[in-house]
């Protein structure tokens, strides 16, 4: 390690590269756009292989005539209209996190919007850490009832192979979790082909059967869905359950919205996506009211019979790409879970070089598995999955809304009554939905319900427990003070050793537990010392131009704050490295890092019920290394234990 002085240096003027013109632009726009069609909307690009086919389920009890198929289509096609349209692309997205969209982003913002109220603030988060905990439902049940329904179309082709759809279906599911851990880099350069050639047959077939039978049209009008709710009363409540199938994966509109940006979010839901979904819907429903008995399969029988094994093919494409996005932002959600402080330290592999979202986590892979494949066997088709798809994504939507509102309010400072206008129509929407979905706890809703009540627990036993060692641990930092301490222990030594100390240090003004420890065990202090704090932000990216901040404390000591967002990649080295524009130079072979282990011991009456004490005491025992996550070089870590009680 060395210490230099900064040189003022002379360069001459680099040449500036001429401006990207409009034809450039395009070109990248349509890319974009082109990536969007592949990631964004494989969950909702999906849905018409199961929702009027759960809607018109004899078991729902819905009368199938032409009225109420025209009635539902319009609900469907209005639901698309208002939800998805209007809420997300019109309004939430527009509440980004500096550009990052999905739930865990806009908790962030709407957070932060409120910092100066603590009360207001841990019941959004509370609010937010639930929905977020919903999500992994829907990451359970979407590649579950993807992949059924577009197998299921080889019982028309052949029904011999009736028996072997739940069997296809694992054989295609389980070697997709098996292939994470190789990263998807080569296969999203085909996802937005496959996805296009997809949309445009989803309109073609609405188109061909739309034209045989033009009384579908009258599903446009919104009086006919609001004809259909008021003349069916209860049965219609029931319905939206089922309705709400075909917006499962509108989130994904605004949570993959940092990847690709708003724009070509948009442009390809309004140019090829919105229309294809309602020319398909529209179809579906001029062929039932043609042919009532192709209720079985309504998706399907669109089609002549020599194109059934092609369009079981492209479906199961379509539904594998679906299941793709759907896991890869799970692995997204924990990784900003992880780094908000709501889960505990795990190993997180970066698949790919280029891109940094590109990541595998694999204990969220196996478990998502076990519980897939648990989805598949345990309903067995689906029809029945649909029972247990609502909850979880009408959740998440009405838990959006509630938080939207708290942005448009605090963040953006918006008129009151504007802001309860604004987003108090969608509220009574989301709730009409999450109020139908709650009657189908007991055919299944209770699956993904269980998922996020589990989820939920963990990740606020997590924060919470997490708060409470930190507060000990600034604690028992803040009992010696800093700067005495350098004074006194450091200043005056003559036998410091070579090298360089980083010490962890969670309160900038007290002497780590770490460094107390070294000195009364090994006696020696280094030649150079480095108090290094982590400061995660409620934000997406911090700019590298502001990753660190170093204080000089006198005696050759340094702290040393690094800021990461919730989506930054941590990696202490690199951050080290970046001191040498303040003129401090490491030699990463001189380096020693010091790190404090905590050992917990529950304890009655100390702020955390006992089951919880002991659930936290279990996931920090099996929390994954802070050197690995922290980036540290294994042979230059030494670990030095703490004893806490919670």
Sequence with gaps: MTSTSSAATTATAPLTAPSPGPLHHKRRTTALVLAAIGVVYGDIGTSPLYTLKTLFDPANGMPLNPANVIGVVSLIFWSLMIVVSLKYVVLIMRAHNHGEGGIMALLALAASSVADRPRLRRMLLLIGVFGASLFYGDGVITPAISVLSAIEGLELAAPGLAQYVVPITLAVLVPLFLVQKRGTAGMGAIFGPI????????????????????????????????????HHGWLAFVALGAVVLALTGAEALYADMG???????????????FPALALNYLGQGALLIADPTAVANPFFLMFPAWALVPMVLLASAATVIASQAVISGTYSMTKQAIQLGFLPRMQVRYTSESEAGQIYVPAVNWLLLAAVVMAVLGFGSSTALGSAYGIAVTGTMLITTCLTFFVVRYAWRYNWWLCVLATGFFLVIDVAFFSANLLKIAQGGWFPLAIGVVMFIVLTTWHRGREMMEREARERAGTTPLGPFIQAQVGGRSDRVEGAAIYMSINPKGVPHALLKNLEHNHVLHECMVFLTVVNHEVPRVPAAERITLTDLGANCFHLSVQYGFKDRVHIPMA??????????????????FLSRASLVPRPGHGMAMWRARLFATMLHNVGSVADFLKLPSSRVIELGVRIEI
């Excluded at 739309?210 to 259909?228: T, V, Y």
């Design 576 to 593: 080290l490295e970046l001191c040498a524009r303040h003129g401090l130079v490491f030699r990463p072979d001189k380096i020693s890092y």
């Design 259 to 273: 990847h690709f940006g708003a724009t070509p979010v948009r442009l390809s839901w309004f140019s090829l996506v």
């Design 195 to 230: 996805m296009v050639v997809w949309f445009v047959v989803l309109a073609g077939a609405g188109v061909a059967h739309l034209l045989a039978q033009p009384a579908i049209l009258a599903a446009l009008n919104p009086l006919e869905g609001l004809a259909f709710c008021l």
